[in-house]
């Protein structure tokens, strides 16, 4: 009687893999050049002008720049765009009140358009995405057109969903002038759809790595015509250990191809990918080499107490909203937290709406769409949002909880200042950061900026320690507070339309645009007794201005009460006493705002406007 193999014996089948390696079904081509079609890649035809400028003039503009150059054969940079970019770009461009080229792109589109293989490495928020892009309409340009059963001629990876339909929408902005097509490949969303696109024939895809697999090995998509490759973010999509499907994926390219690398740092293993994929490149570096910070944001650091965190913020937040610009991200370590801290700001008024891993995709696109509208000024997110989120007005960042690591630190706070803007960091680090403390130091050194002495004597004292915050979160995960909007209106419409109480009647006018931030008059409808009484006894009249495009919610509201109590997420007291004032280094968080005049409430009568509530698709258990 035969023995059954042991486990690792080479005797028997193998066991059955629950996970299958990425794209192993996929199979390398043998690709011989002398049957592959030919192709152009090179259009750029060196303007006079810089033509004329002389080697003196190329070093300086390359030094006030700081633009260092690896390889031979760099074209010289272009000072104004219509020194490089083709009529129908520059036409684009001007609709869009685009002025002159970031160093990036000064320097980038000369090299792409020219065919060459290049890496970029710049700051977050330097103009990444136009230097690839622009030139890579002129190349689909000067290709024939796509024939049925083609792949697209253009392909972007991308290592985030976030980043890669932002990336498609400026394709689509820049490239219908030339009716040219785009789609946007990734996962979390259903599968028909970009199927559909694909089958249709898109010039340009926009792609994360595991769904352009998926697409591949089923046949719904090929990358026969692809000669012109973007690995967008390369350092993100290793860290997200996306190496064997990008292998996978350059596998199904042809060898002659174009390819641009784009990354923030220029560490070992993706310099290993550049060698392995480019030939013949040329890097550009803008900036250190090294991942610094842009130094057009303003950096602020805190020390505190995990206890003090939310008096801290609470302060922040009413100087912040206080100003005519204020768009706000708040960073957070664990989804938990991001729901837990959504919940109670939204409990006390504040617009605040939140994305992280867990939310589906209907919904981050919808949070999103509505931060981007300045319906909800305020996204709590976790680090799925640090990288590759781009909304051009975002003037505060804050570090709730700091990240793991610098690097992570410079991409949160790169969500502000981008292209030429400027913005504010604020962070929170308490003694429990201690291991991060001499990075941030040199960060901050790097960047110029004011390094607070509390942070030195952290440092030098060498302690750490440091608790939790006093918030665990009184409720289930299941409760979505990005939901919670969508309750409030329920019961408001339940209050002025289906109630004949006095407290309805109270509201006769019915046509007012204003409506309590909670959307319950006096903190006493019957709606508001079904809530947390943590938060209730607060609620009175804190109005909120809103014109949602959902018709329930211009009908009117009522006016109840004025309490002019201050509450702090999760007060539980109508008579309890302002919070004291914080204690830490307050010059530090105030040096660059006028201290807020007493608010109504948590924020009073606020010209900001609700978030409109999510798809139907989302429910509640």
């Known amino acids: 009687m035969d023995k059954i193999p042991r486990f690792g014996s080479s005797r028997g089948p193998p066991p059955n893999k629950k996970f299958g390696n990425p794209g192993e079904r996929l199979r390398k081509k043998k690709w011989d050049l002398n049957e592959l079609p030919k192709f152009e890649k090179n259009f750029y035809n060196e303007h006079p002008d810089v033509q004329r400028m002389s080697q003196y003039d190329l070093e300086e503009f390359r030094r006030k720049k700081e633009i260092t150059i690896r390889g031979s054969g760099c074209p010289k940079p272009v000072i104004l765009l219509t020194n490089a970019m083709y009529k129908y770009v520059m036409d684009v461009l001007m609709q869009q009140n685009f002025k002159e080229p970031t160093a990036i792109q000064a320097q980038g589109f000369p090299l792409a358009l020219s065919g060459r293989d290049m890496v970029g490495i710049a700051q977050t928020g330097s103009g990444k995405t136009l230097s690839y892009l622009l030139p890579a309409i002129v190349h689909i340009n000067h290709q024939p057109y796509l024939e049925r059963g083609d792949g697209p001629i253009c392909l972007v990876l991308a290592p985030t969903r976030e980043l890669a339909q932002q990336v498609q929408q400026v394709a689509h902005e820049y490239g219908k002038s030339s009716r040219i097509k785009s789609t946007c490949v990734y996962g979390g969303a259903p599968k028909g759809p970009q199927i559909r696109d694909l089958e249709r024939g898109v010039e340009i895809c926009i792609a994360t790595p595991g769904r352009l697999i998926d697409f591949l090995e089923a046949g719904k998509t090929n990358l026969r015509r692809c000669t012109y490759l973007v690995l967008d973010e390369a350092d993100r999509m290793l860290d997200m250990g996306f190496e064997p499907q990008i292998r996978k994926i350059v596998d199904q390219i042809r060898p002659d191809r174009q390819t641009l690398m784009w990354s923030a740092t220029w560490p070992k293993d993706v310099r290993q990918l550049a060698e392995d994929f480019l030939k013949d490149y040329v890097q550009i570096n803008v900036g250190a080499l090294e991942l610094s910070a842009n130094h057009n944001i303003l950096q602020i650091v805190d020390v505190c107490t995990e206890s003090e965190k939310d008096n801290k913020l609470l302060q922040l937040m009413e100087e912040i909203m206080a100003e005519k610009e204020n768009k706000t991200i ?250 004291p004032p914080p204690s830490g280094p307050q010059p530090l968080m105030a040096q660059k705002f006028t201290p807020a005049k007493p608010m109504m409430g948590l924020m009073g009568h606020s010209p900001f406007q609700f978030a409109s509530p999510p798809p139907p698709t989302s429910q509640r258990k």
């Open 330 to 579: 708040i960073f957070v370590e664990t989804k938990k937290r991001c729901d837990d801290l959504t919940r109670r700001m939204r409990r006390d008024g504040w617009p605040a709406m939140c994305i992280h891993g867990d939310k589906t995709q209907p919904e981050r696109d919808w949070v999103l769409t509505e931060f981007r509208s300045g319906k909800a000024p305020i996204l709590i997110a976790t680090d799925v949002a640090s990288r590759g989120l781009d909304v051009e007005d975002v003037k505060f960042v804050i570090n709730y909880d700091y990240p793991n690591s610098s690097e992570d630190y410079i991409h949160r706070i790169g969500r502000t200042a981008r292209s030429t803007n400027k913005g504010t960091a604020y962070t929170f680090f308490t003694p429990g950061n201690l291991r991060q403390a001499r990075e941030l130091i040199r960060v901050l050194e790097e960047a110029r900026q004011a390094i607070n002495p509390k942070l030195l004597q952290l440092v030098n004292t060498g302690r750490g320690g440091g608790g939790r915050s006093r918030f665990r979160g009184n409720g289930s995960n299941a409760s979505n507070p990005n939901l919670m909007y969508q309750d409030e209106c329920n019961r408001r419409m339940r209050t002025t339309v289906g109630s004949k109480d006095s407290r309805g009647s109270s509201s006769g006018t019915g046509s007012s645009s204003s409506f309590s931030r909670d959307s319950r008059d006096g903190g006493s409808s019957r709606a508001g007794d079904r809530s947390s009484s943590s938060y209730r006894d607060r609620r009175d009249s804190r109005s909120y201005g809103s014109s949602s495009s959902y018709s329930q919610y211009k009908s009117g509201s009522s006016n109840g009460g004025q309490d002019q109590s201050a509450g702090q997420f999760g007060s539980v007291s109508r008579s309890s006493k302002p919070p």
